[in-house]
C-alpha cells in the first residue's frame, strides 16, 4: 500500500447461473451487497459496485491496500463462497463452477476467479473503464487492447496528442511457458503481433505508457482450464482500461467495439462467435448460448469512490455492431460441427474424441 494511492480491484467468477449460464439471479447480487456493504460501513472499503455480465457475477471494489492484498482477496472469496451456498439453496445451475478448491491460500489468483487490478495516484479527474465478458476467453481483449493502444487509425490521440504520442509498453504473459514479456509500441509492433494474434497462448496482461511507465490498462489472464487440468468452465475476462487526459480517450477505448471480433468461447466453449457489445440489460446470452457478450462499465473515480458506473455500450452508436453482429452469428451457426464455427481440437472444452476413437479403433485401414 502507498500512501495517497487509491486501488481499484475487480474481481469476477461464476459461482451460479440462472437460467442455465444465461444469467444471474438477483438473490446472488443482492447477497454480494449486503456483504460488501458491511465492510465499506467499516471503512475497509472506500467504494464498491456489483453486477453481471451473463453468468459472471462481477465485484468492483476501491480501497487503500494495495494490488494482491490478501484480506481484500480473502473478502472476495468469501463473497463467492456465500453466494455459492444461495446458488445452492436456490438449485442454480453449476453452482460454485469457477471455485477450483475449498480452502483459500493467501492470494484469490490461482483459485478460479478472474482478477484484474491497479494501484493509481488519482489524476485531476480519473475516468476509468472497466470492461467485463461472458462466453469468451482472456485472448478476446488482444484485438482491442492492440487496437487501443497501439492503432493509429483507432486512436486518433497516437498521431495527434503530444501526451501519449510516444507509444506504450505491452506486457505479455505466455499462459503455456508461465513468463511474461514487455514490448514496445510503435517500434516492436510487428513482434507483439506475432506473439497476441496468437490468442490462446499469449495474452496482454497490462499496458504502461511510455517515459513514465504509468499503468495504463490491466486484463485477468487466468485459464481456468490449464489450472485445474480439466475442464472447469470458461475463464470470461474482464479487463481495467485508465482514459483521457494521458491515455486513450473513453471513445478510443470504445471504438474497437463497433466491430465485433470473432473470438473463442461460445456454446461449450467450443465455438468462434463473434463479440457483441451490448447494454447492461442485454448481458444475457441466451442464443445458442450466446453470441459472446461484452458491457462496458463507465466510472469516475472520486478519491476512491465510484462515481457511476455510465452504461457505455448502451449508445445507439453501437446498435450497428450489434447486427453486425448478429449476421456473423447467423453467419457462422450455418457451419454447425464444422471449422471454423467449432473450434480447433485442442482448444475445444468439450469432446467425444477420445470415446469415438477408441470405439472405432481397428476400423481405420492404412
Ligand atoms: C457455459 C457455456 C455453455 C455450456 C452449455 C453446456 O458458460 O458456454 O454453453 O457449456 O450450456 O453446459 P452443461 O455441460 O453444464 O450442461
Ligand atoms: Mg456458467
Ligand atoms: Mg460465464
Excluded at 502507498?2 to 480491484?9: F, H, I, M, N, P
Excluded at 494490488?67 to 460454485?96: P, Q
Excluded at 481483449?141 to 501519449?164: E, H, Q, R, S, Y
Amino acid at each position: 500500500m502507498e500512501k495517497g494511492k487509491v486501488t481499484l480491484s475487480v474481481i469476477k467468477a461464476d459461482v451460479g447461473g440462472f437460467v442455465g449460464h444465461s444469467s444471474m439471479h438477483p438473490s446472488l447480487l443482492e447477497r454480494a451487497k449486503e456483504m460488501l456493504s458491511a465492510e465499506k460501513e467499516k471503512e475497509f472499503l472506500i467504494d464498491y459496485y456489483v453486477t453481471h455480465c451473463g453468468d459472471d457475477l462481477e465485484l468492483v471494489l476501491t480501497h487503500k491496500w494495495g494490488a494482491e492484498n490478501e484480506k481484500v482477496h480473502k473478502l472476495a472469496w468469501d463473497i463467492f463462497m456465500a453466494c455459492t451456498k444461495v446458488a445452492k439453496d436456490l438449485k442454480l445451475y453449476a453452482a460454485g463452477q469457477d471455485l477450483l478448491t475449498d480452502a483459500f491460500s493467501g492470494t484469490i489468483k490461482g483459485m478460479g476467479p478472474g482478477v484484474a487490478e491497479m494501484e493509481i495516484a488519482e489524476r485531476a479527474s480519473e475516468p476509468v473503464i472497466i470492461l467485463m465478458a461472458d462466453k469468451t476467453s482472456p485472448g478476446a481483449w488482444n484485438l482491442p487492447l492492440f487496437k487501443i493502444f497501439a492503432d493509429p487509425f483507432n486512436t486518433a490521440g497516437l498521431v495527434i496528442d503530444p501526451k501519449i504520442h510516444e507509444g506504450f509498453h505491452f506486457e505479455v504473459l505466455d499462459i503455456v511457458e508461465n513468463r511474461t514479456i514487455e514490448l514496445a509500441c510503435p517500434e516492436e509492433m510487428y513482434d507483439l503481433l506475432v506473439l497476441i494474434g496468437a490468442i490462446g497462448r499469449y495474452i496482454i496482461k497490462a499496458i504502461f505508457r511510455k517515459g513514465d511507465h504509468e499503468i495504463a490498462a490491466v486484463a485477468s489472464t487466468q485459464r481456468l482450464n490449464l489450472m485445474a487440468g480439466k475442464y472447469v468452465g470458461k475463464d470470461d475476462p474482464i479487463a481495467i482500461i485508465r482514459s483521457q487526459s494521458g491515455f486513450p480517450a473513453v471513445g478510443e477505448v470504445l471504438e474497437p467495439f463497433a466491430h465485433p471480433h470473432l473470438v473463442e468461447g461460445w456454446m461449450r466453449g467450443s465455438h468462434h462467435g463473434p463479440l457483441m457489445p451490448v447494454s447492461f440489460t442485454q448481458a444475457t446470452p441466451t442464443r445458442f448460448d450466446g453470441p459472446p457478450r461484452v458491457i462496458a462499465c463507465g466510472f469516475q473515480l472520486n478519491r476512491g469512490r465510484l462515481v457511476g458506473p455510465r452504461d457505455l455500450f448502451e449508445d445507439l452508436s453501437f446498435d450497428g455492431a450489434r447486427k453486425l453482429a448478429n449476421e456473423i452469428a447467423e453467419y457462422l451457426r450455418r457451419h454447425g460441427p464444422f471449422q471454423p464455427h467449432r473450434l480447433h481440437l485442442e482448444e475445444m472444452e468439450y469432446t467425444t474424441m477420445p470415446e469415438v476413437m477408441a470405439r472405432l479403433k481397428g476400423r481405420f485401414k492404412s
